[in-house]
Antibody, heavy 118, light 107 residues
């Protein structure tokens, strides 16, 4: 059974850093495209970042230069390192498996809440 | 970036109603269009991919159509568990983008 479990969210001050984790089971993270998608309170869905099976990474303009996506193949885990956090980064962060050709998000984690506030 | 719009932004319907939600892309995206359902406090759930392909396990009352810039999600007979927010998403180009959502609630 495919499962994604996020962790690492919490309350952080503006300018701070946080690392989110997404532990996967039932499939191999490194063989798949994996994305982070976020949802600000009461708002819609916003794609944040993707790491392709080949290792290439892409970011939304709103987080480029501040966030880094990575994976640990030995732990079958996806990460999102978030630096220089801003109030507007406050959201529930979901990890999702992204199928290829066509691309769509077929499995999602339960989400982890990141609150950026002083 | 490709902009996605949805209409209506919300609708009220009764159990058994036929419901149609429209999604429009700012440029042609062929059939690279997906639909998700989200209930409060839960992660989104994939309903339809590639405009018209039903995800495994999703009831057949859900269907999708369209290509190019205009797409439709139809629920043929609304059930109590279908009250939720629905999002379209284009996967034609990076960054993938979502529509603003359509909230379906009980009349």
């Amino acid at each position: 059974e495919v499962q994604l479990v996020e962790s690492g969210g919490g309350l952080i001050q503006p300018g701070g850093s946080l690392r989110l984790s997404c532990a996967a089971s039932g499939f191999t993270v490194s063989s798949n495209y994996m994305s982070w998608v976020r949802q600000a309170p009461g708002k819609g869905l916003e794609w944040v970042s993707v790491i392709y099976s080949g290792g290439s990474t892409y970011y939304a303009d709103s987080v480029k230069g501040r966030f880094t996506i990575s994976r640990d193949n030995s732990k079958n885990t996806l990460y999102l390192q978030m630096n220089s956090l801003r109030a507007e980064d406050t959201a529930v962060y979901y990890c999702a498996r992204q199928r290829e050709l066509p691309e769509y998000f077929d499995y999602w984690g339960q989400g982890t809440l990141v609150t950026v506030s002083s | 970036d490709i902009q996605m719009t949805q209409s209506p932004s919300s609708l009220s319907a009764s159990v058994g109603d036929r419901v149609t939600i429209t999604c429009r892309a700012s440029q042609s995206i062929s059939s690279y269009l997906n639909w998700y359902q989200q209930k409060p406090g839960k992660a989104p759930k994939l309903l339809i991919y590639a405009a018209s392909s039903l995800q495994s396990g999703v009831p057949s009352r859900f269907s999708g159509s369209g290509s190019g810039t205009d797409f439709t999600l139809t629920i043929s007979s609304l059930q109590p568990e279908d009250f939720a927010t629905y999002y379209c998403q284009q996967s034609y180009s990076t960054p993938v983008t979502f529509g603003p959502g359509t909230k379906v609630d009980i009349k």
